[in-house]
Structures are given as C-alpha cells and as structure tokens.
C-alpha cells in the first residue's frame, strides 16, 4: 500500500475544500468533501467598534490577535467609522501579540510590528507560555493590571480569558464572527450515513469546529454512537492540539497529528501512515 492507495478519504473543510481534495487525489486518495461550517459576521458590529473607540483613546495596553480572519474583520469594520491610518497608528502604540503566522501576516501588511511572535502549534498554550517567557525576561511584558483586547473567534476561550484574568490582566472581548452550521446540511448527513455505516476510511479534521458540529447533527440524527464506531474504525488526522482537544471530549483519540499544523503536511503525513494505521487497526480487530 503506498499512499491512500484508493482509500476513501473525508473532510469536513469549507474555504479551502477544493485544495484538500486535489491533495487527497494526489496522494491516492478518493476525497469526499462535506463542508461543516461556515463563517458568519456578528449580526451587531459594536464590539468592534466599540474596541476601536477605545483603542484610539488609549484604554488598551495590549491586543491579541487570534486570526487572521478576525483581525483583517476588525480593520473593515473599524474603517466604517474611523480612519484607517489612524486606526493604524493606534495599534503601533500598544504591543500586539498574534496567535499565529495568518494575523502576522494581515499585521505585516498594515505596517505593524508584533511585540511577540508565538511558536507552533500556535495554540492558546503557546501564546501564554510566550507571555509567560517574556514576562520573565522584562517587567513590561508582566500582565498585572495590563488591559488587553482579546479579538476572538467563533466561540469564546474561556480557559484563555481565565489565565489572562489570573495573571492580573484585564481582559476586553473583542467578537469578530461566530460559526454556524453550512446553509446545506445535505453532505454533512451524507458524511455521516457513511461514517455510521463504516465505509469511511480515513478522516481529517482542520478545526476543531467541524468536531462539535459532527457530533451536533449525528446526535440530531439519533447516529451519534455510531458515528463514534465509524470513527474507532477509521484513520482519523487531526490538524493540531485544539482539534485534537475537541476530539478528545467526545471519546475519539486521533491516530495523528501532522509534524506541522498545515493542510498540506496533514494530507502528506496521513498518507504517508495510513498502511501502518490501516494494519494497526485491522489487528486490533483480530485480537478482540
């Protein structure tokens, strides 16, 4: 077996679901793609502006960045009522920390330097071992009584909010967007038809949101528990430690995680294990 060698391989990405299954295809694979989530704007853009408001007025010692999405989403809605240079102008007078290379990026462009860059897997952990490590090093990086913008996405981090808050810092959330199911859950059913029916092969997770939302319409479609022994069954990749998190809570344990969290490296390094995965399981099966 070398590569997907035919196997049937589904995930659950939205934006980039075109690029996963040419991946997939290239490494031998038959991608079956049913999008689990899609991006929807807050229905009120207040936060937002409300932070930038603040920001401007110089309420804010620090701002973390989450996203690249979100932090690009704050800037257009900021320019709705200010401008942009001096939206700009502000965040260079405060340390920014991004979570990630994608909000670096989106920084990058604007002109703005992070004060801190944070390691893979660029995690909520890592950016507060980040935190903690400057902090250590210089009194200016040490959070008591600092006042952060938090730019969120999806759902809120409340293990993040909580460390921030025990460090002595004071914590503003920033929403930008929130996720939703997709307007279609025809393939996300079909997905999981097949998964209950264990003709799944292998899966990948990019978010640890597809998970919740996996297992959010299998329970409305009274297939949950069989889901769960489709998964068991199964190759399952996961992008990373959130997803691998997510995971986790409801009972599955992936069989990997790529050496980076990027797609590519997910689909290369899934294909590279799935004989090895494949005979794992198969001689599990024997044994029980």
């Not at 009120?44 to 920001?55: C, D, G, K, V, Y």
Request: proline letters at 6%; aromatic letters at 6%.
């Amino acid at each position: 077996m070398s590569g997907f060698a035919g196997l049937r391989v589904l995930a659950f990405e939205s934006r980039r679901a075109s690029e996963l299954a040419k991946l997939i295809s290239t490494y031998g694979g038959q991608p079956i793609l049913a999008s689990a989530m899609r991006e929807v704007p807050l229905d009120s853009n207040s936060e937002a502006l409300e932070f930038a408001a603040r920001l401007l007025a110089g309420d804010f010692d620090m701002v973390i960045f989450l996203t690249g999405v979100g932090c690009r989403e704050v800037l257009r809605v900021v320019e709705t009522k200010y401008p942009r240079e001096d939206y700009i102008s502000a965040l260079r007078h405060v340390r920014i920390v991004p979570r990630g290379p994608k909000p670096v990026a989106v920084l990058r462009e604007l002109g703005v330097t992070p004060a801190l860059t944070v390691p893979e897997p660029n995690t909520w952990r890592e950016l507060l071992q980040t935190l903690d490590a400057a902090a250590n090093k210089s009194p200016e990086f040490r959070l008591r009584g600092v006042r952060i913008a938090l730019q969120e996405y999806g759902v809120p981090n409340s293990e993040l909010i909580v460390a921030l808050a025990e460090r002595g810092a004071t914590i503003t959330r920033v929403p930008i967007y929130r996720w939703a199911l997709p307007e279609d859950l025809a393939p996300l059913q079909f997905a999981i038809y097949e998964l209950a029916a264990g003709t799944i092969d292998a899966v990948l997770f990019t978010t640890g949101i597809q998970v919740a939302h996996l297992f959010q319409v299998a329970s409305e479609m009274k297939l949950e528990e069989s889901v769960q022994q489709g998964l068991g069954h199964a190759i399952v990749s996961s992008i990373g430690p959130t997803t691998t998190e997510e995971l986790q809570n409801h009972g599955i344990s992936p069989d990997l995680e790529p050496s980076h969290p990027k797609m590519g490296f997910l689909v290369k390094e899934t294909a590279e294990r799935a004989a090895e995965v494949v005979r794992t399981k198969q001689q599990g099966k024997a044994t029980t």
